[in-house]
């Protein structure tokens, strides 16, 4: 699962990239290229001495405000990375039921269900497969450079990202710290 999660997370961070491309925005007016390139330069500075990320500037500036694919890239690497978890936790699933590996939480419980902690990430991830959705198609519907749809895009996901990384902590405490392999 860990090389699963690395390699999906390389994926992550090469689609926040997309995020730190901004604009000066489109509506922006200069008097002169001089100070344009100031005002930019200015800007750009402040921005990365406040923030924890470093930002760039796009040549276009029309694309970033027209497109949101940003968004929709870090969805598609959240939800991917949700999928190939929870196949790898169906695996382990399988695994147990095979007796290969014991994992003493769930089976020592008096809940009647030994399986809750592998449907929990499972439903999961159906939810994040719609949060997708609801992203690349509010992505979509937007006009020109005005998109009324980004409160339910970061909304969207916001709330992936957060169930991801609880559903990732959950298992990892339940699950993979005290599995026990058998020979």
Known sequence: IGTIVERDAKRFDKAMNGLLEISYGANVEFSSKEEKDKYVECFMKNLNQQATEKYKLVE???????????????????????????????????????????IPNIYETDIPSE???????????????????????????GTLEENPYMPIICASLYESLNLIRRTIRTVREIVIEVMEIKK
């Open 60 to 102: 276009n500036r029309f694309v970033v405000s027209r497109n949101l694919d940003g968004f929709m890239h870090l969805s598609t690497a959240a939800k991917n990375l949700m999928i190939n978890l929870s196949k790898s936790i169906s695996d382990l699933k399988y695994l147990a039921k095979m007796g290969k590996i014991k």
């Open 115 to 141: 399986d809750y902690i592998f449907d929990f990430a499972k439903q999961i991830s159906f939810y994040i497969v719609g949060n997708d959705l609801t992203i690349s198609r509010s992505v979509e519907s």
